[in-house]
């Protein structure tokens, strides 16, 4: 492996017991390289989200290892880990998830205060973010006041805060219609490409391909294919 930023290595994981065990993933190996944009696709089933939640550090596989910012971190106590993910890696989902009574500049602000809990002015950076994605007239509405598109730009903000070096996307753009998931795939592209982070967008919309230095493709718990964009 060409660099130990980002990755597995043999994982394998199943779930369930006895008889209605299912292995979600087979000895799975893949490295995501600092500052590329790698695209994972697949059947429903096929392991997607079971391996962002791997790279998050948010399950353990049973076999094999997982490495962020070089470091193997399965080995790692649970308190290790939450810091490693508080400091390295943000999540984007297809649901938004958003602070439902907290207006798009509050929800900004509570991801600066969780990752970067010293810094006096992250009001400032919270607008500062809201208005690079365009949401300047939107700081104090309440989430249930946006369109899907402006939730997704402003969870991409609240995910930014503290800057961390990687992003997992889970189906970003599922819930989007084509202009607004546009928007989303440039953002997260221009995370990549202006900022230098590591980006790794788990999604069946194949216009993400565009937008990606790689796709890989899973299919029953294994790398079926990897292809490098030109
Ligand atoms: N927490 C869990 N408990 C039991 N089985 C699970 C769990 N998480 C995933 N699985 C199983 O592991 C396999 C892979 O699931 P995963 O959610 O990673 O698929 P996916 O590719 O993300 O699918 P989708 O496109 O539907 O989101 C599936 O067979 C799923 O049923
Ligand atoms: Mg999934």
């Not at 997982?66 to 880990?81: A, H, M, R, Y």
């Not at 989430?143 to 070096?165: D, F, H, T, Y």
């Amino acid at each position: 492996m060409p660099d130990h930023f980002l990755g597995v290595q043999q994982a394998s994981i199943s779930f369930g017991k006895g008889e209605a065990r299912v292995p979600a993933l087979r000895s799975v190996s893949l490295s995501f390289e600092r500052g590329t944009l790698a695209l994972v696709m697949g059947p429903s089933g096929s392991g997607k989200t079971t391996l962002l939640s791997m790279l998050g550090c948010l399950l353990s596989p049973d076999e094999g290892t997982v490495f962020v910012d070089g470091v193997t971190v399965n080995q790692l106590t649970e308190p290790e880990k939450t810091a490693i993910r508080q400091k390295k890696i943000s999540f984007v989902f297809q649901a938004f998830r958003l602070f439902h009574s907290l207006t798009a500049l509050d929800n900004v602000a509570v991801g600066f205060e969780i990752r970067d809990p010293d810094k006096p002015q992250r009001m400032e950076m919270a607008r500062d973010l809201l208005l690079q994605f365009g949401l300047g007239d939107k700081l104090h509405q309440e989430p249930n006041e946006l369109s899907p598109g402006e939730k997704q730009r402003v969870a991409i903000a609240r995910a930014l805060a503290g800057n961390p070096p990687i992003l997992l996307a889970d189906e970003p753009t599922a819930s989007l219609d084509v202009k607004a998931g546009r928007n989303i795939c440039e953002i997260l592209r221009n995370q990549v490409s202006e900022h230098g982070r590591t980006v790794v967008v788990v999604s069946h919309d194949p216009r993400w391909r565009e937008f990606a230095d790689r796709t890989i493709t899973l299919c029953d718990g294994q790398v079926d294919q990897e292809v490098k964009n030109s």
